[in-house]
């Protein structure tokens, strides 16, 4: 058995909106789920016939309708009319359905997941836009099921297609990261294994919900909504980098300049670095694309941050990037973007990404120096320590 049981690394600080999501799921569970679950059902309720028709349709001839009556509790009727059916879909059971489980084992699994991969997640987007894009893919999610089971009449309950827009995030913002994955097969094997993250979460959307979904098509488990969300997740933060990369930078004097390129070369090439900011920053987004080269981007950046405009120089480092997937300099662009992360922004997860892309560009002496500093200060602060946070020795060449 493969278990996920952590991910590295991590922000500091609470991720109060996770923990709460957490909270209130598990609170639904033993308030709700749990006292009717221990009971019978009312026979007399509307929706009791409704439900063994159902329920007769899908088992078939694998239980008896006398089996059927026999096992119908209070939290299966109460499941038949707040979960999400396609066939008779309500507005409010969009949102109930996600904090509705099936059982312990559901309620952990999805938990487990929320609170591995929520905290970095939450700390990105802050905690109430975390919220609202949580219960948008969760919304997505479901209504992805529903699209393809348009005539099903089986409630779908579970967080499982918000989780997975979460998981849809994460995919997209931390690809560097690694998650812990425990192998358990007693009494021969049990350890903790570092995975890269994208194949984790790759082998989840692939392996545990697009190929059963092609082949089992609905067996009890809602594969649509989980690749409904996961790929609601990752559109959402690749709208959301893409809409950072065309930001305006307010508190930098702009400028208007009618042959921009070569007046920021010229202040660049002779140290007025607050010029060149001001023609830079007075252009539109699009034009200033591939404007600078990654060099002289990383002497403009290392200005602005020591002037205090940290958030212009990641800005423009961070368009750096993106425009020259190679050339000199580039290892330092990203190094310098994963310090301001980092040293400017508290935002661990984040930097880690750009150092180790910066140590696979092959960065000069000093700055790979400056990177393990960098890297030893993430592991430092990290919370959960299930083994060390280990990066391939190449990267340290």
Request: glycine share 8%; proline share 6%; charged share 15%.
């Amino acid at each position: 058995m493969f278990l996920p049981v952590g991910d590295a690394p991590n922000p500091r600080g609470v991720p109060v909106m996770t923990y709460g999501l957490i909270a209130a799921n598990v609170a639904l569970f033993l308030l709700v789920s749990v006292p009717l679950g221990s009971r019978r059902a009312d026979v007399q309720d509307p929706a009791f016939r409704d439900y063994l028709e159902v329920m007769a349709r899908e088992v078939g001839d694998r239980a008896s309708l006398p089996d059927l009556v026999r096992g119908v509790s209070a939290y299966d009727l109460f499941v038949f009319k707040h979960g999400f059916r396609p066939s008779a879909p309500q507005l409010q059971d969009l949102l109930v359905s996600m904090f509705l489980h099936a059982g312990l084992m559901h309620l952990f699994g999805n938990m487990l997941f929320l609170w591995i991969y929520g905290d970095n997640v939450e700390h990105r987007l802050g905690a109430l836009a975390y919220l609202v894009w949580y219960l948008a893919t969760g919304t997505a999610g479901t209504l992805s099921h529903a699209l393809v089971f348009r005539s099903s009449d089986v409630p779908l309950v579970g967080a499982s297609g918000a989780i997975s827009g979460v998981l849809g995030f994460y995919f997209i913002w931390f690809p560097k990261n690694v998650v812990r994955v425990l192998a358990f097969l007693p009494p021969f094997l049990m350890q903790v294994f570092q995975i890269p993250a994208r194949i984790v979460l790759g082998l989840y959307l692939v392996a545990d919900n697009l190929l059963p979904l092609l082949v089992v098509r609905e067996g009890g488990v809602a594969h649509g909504a989980h690749l409904g969300g996961f790929i609601a997740g990752m559109a959402v933060a690749w709208v959301l980098d893409r809409r950072r990369l065309f930001a305006r930078v307010e508190d930098i004097e702009a400028v208007s300049a009618a042959s921009a390129p070569e007046a920021i070369r010229a202040a660049i090439a002779e140290g007025r670095y607050g010029d060149a900011a001001s023609v830079y920053f007075s252009l539109p987004a699009p034009a200033a694309r591939g404007l600078l080269l990654p060099v002289d981007a990383v002497a403009l950046a290392a200005w602005l941050r020591g002037q205090g405009h940290a958030d212009a120089a990641l800005l423009l480092l961070r368009r750096t990037v993106r425009d020259a997937p190679r050339g000199e300099g580039l290892a330092e662009a990203h190094a310098l973007a994963g310090a301001i992360l980092l040293e400017d922004r508290d935002e661990a997860a984040a930097a880690y990404q750009y150092l180790l892309t910066a140590l696979e560009l092959g960065p000069r002496p000093e700055t790979a120096a400056a990177i393990r500093r960098d890297l030893a200060a993430i592991e430092a602060m990290q919370k959960r320590h299930v083994g060390r946070l280990h990066h391939p020795p190449s990267w340290y060449s």
